[in-house]
């Protein structure tokens, strides 16, 4: 009966692990695709949620596979060399998440603080220019340090040498590590996020007063809600993880893995990739009309509707409805009627 209730134990944690790995998945491709095929999806600021939306698929492909392995295993059957890999990327997509979210922040400010030197400040170049800085930032703190040792006590690579546990896939951590990475990547990011999004909230309170007349404030009220959200919700998710990776790494703690805190922590931080999709949802009509039309494969334009509808249907909605139509022609033609 003991062997019977962990292996069924085994068996469920597995499905909700794989469960979060397709909609990781699947969320994060369906984001790309929405501003991809919707023309009112298409502006500087959506560059930022893609490149997030970017960071959280692969997260899914090429992170959360590994860490379900680790997960549900207890050897690690891949080698010390991927081992170091795989925990390198798993700490700069997780860098590249905080830091687009920093870029995003600062777009919103910009946007309600300055909207009529917005469109001056924030150009297509700088933008360019933010994100790759975003993931310059990210690789430079992530495989620089572990593949150099500097994480580890004895100033050794982690997992390797004479002294690694065989089947074990380590992330090691010592003081200085830990505090330069936690400040640098996530709590001073996250400081000057409640700073940015404080002063958001004055100005968005008194906008909201004449709002009715100014669909423009309308709009960036909008977007700033979705934003904050997306954000809330990244602080809820993985607040606690860098917490408990601060506390251990001040500990200097040889191996984090064992503590059962962290894997329950670092899949609560892993469950924001997936959460992010769902927020756009819930909150944006663009993104909500835009997954409508991919899921349903449907196109608006072409559709059996009455000739008063297609009369009035806006340019923007035709538009749209052309642009998602490859898209849907690719995986369902059947279902499009041209």
């Known amino acids: 009966p003991v062997s019977t209730a962990i292996m069924l134990s085994k068996v469920m944690l597995a499905f909700i692990l794989i469960l979060l790995i397709l909609l990781t998945v699947a969320g994060n491709v369906l984001v790309c695709l929405a501003v991809c095929a919707s023309r009112r999806l298409r502006c500087l600021t959506n560059c930022f949620i893609v490149s997030l939306a970017v960071t959280d698929l692969l997260l899914g492909l090429l992170v959360l596979p590994f860490s379900a ?61 933010a ?100 954000i809330g919700a990244f602080v809820v998710c993985w607040l606690p993880y860098f917490i408990l990776f601060t506390v251990l790494g001040l500990q200097e703690h040889p191996d984090p893995g064992t503590v059962p805190e962290y894997s329950i922590v670092l899949w609560l931080g892993y469950a924001n990739s997936a959460l992010n999709p769902i927020l756009y949802g819930a909150l944006n009509r663009d993104f909500r009309s835009a997954y409508t039309h991919l899921l349903r494969c449907r196109c608006p334009m072409y559709s059996s509707r009455s000739n008063t509808s297609k009369r009035h249907a806006s340019r923007n909605e035709q538009q749209d409805s052309h642009n998602i139509y490859p898209i849907c022609k690719w995986h369902c033609y059947h279902r499009c009627q041209w």
């Open 131 to 230: 994100m790759a800085s975003v993931w310059t930032v990210s690789l430079a703190v992530s495989f620089l340090p572990i593949q150099m040792g500097w994480n580890t006590v004895n100033g050794t690579v982690q997992n390797h040498g004479p002294w690694a546990s065989e089947g074990k896939c380590r992330f090691e951590l010592n003081r200085p590590y830990v505090l330069t990475d936690s400040l640098l990547t996530f709590y001073l990011p996250l400081v000057a996020m409640c700073w940015t999004y404080l002063r958001i909230l004055r100005i968005a309170r008194a906008q909201a007063k004449r709002i009715v007349s100014e669909p423009v404030a309308l709009r960036e009220h909008k977007a700033t809600v979705t934003l904050a959200a997306v």
């Open 69 to 129: 392995l680790l997960q549900l295993n207890e050897e690690w059957p891949l080698g010390a060399v991927f081992c170091n890999f795989y925990i390198s990327m798993d700490v700069m997509l997780c860098t590249a998440s905080i830091l687009t979210l920093l870029a995003i922040s600062v777009d919103r400010y910009l946007a309600v603080t300055m909207p009529l030197r917005y469109a001056s400040l924030v150009l297509p170049w700088r933008v360019a220019v």
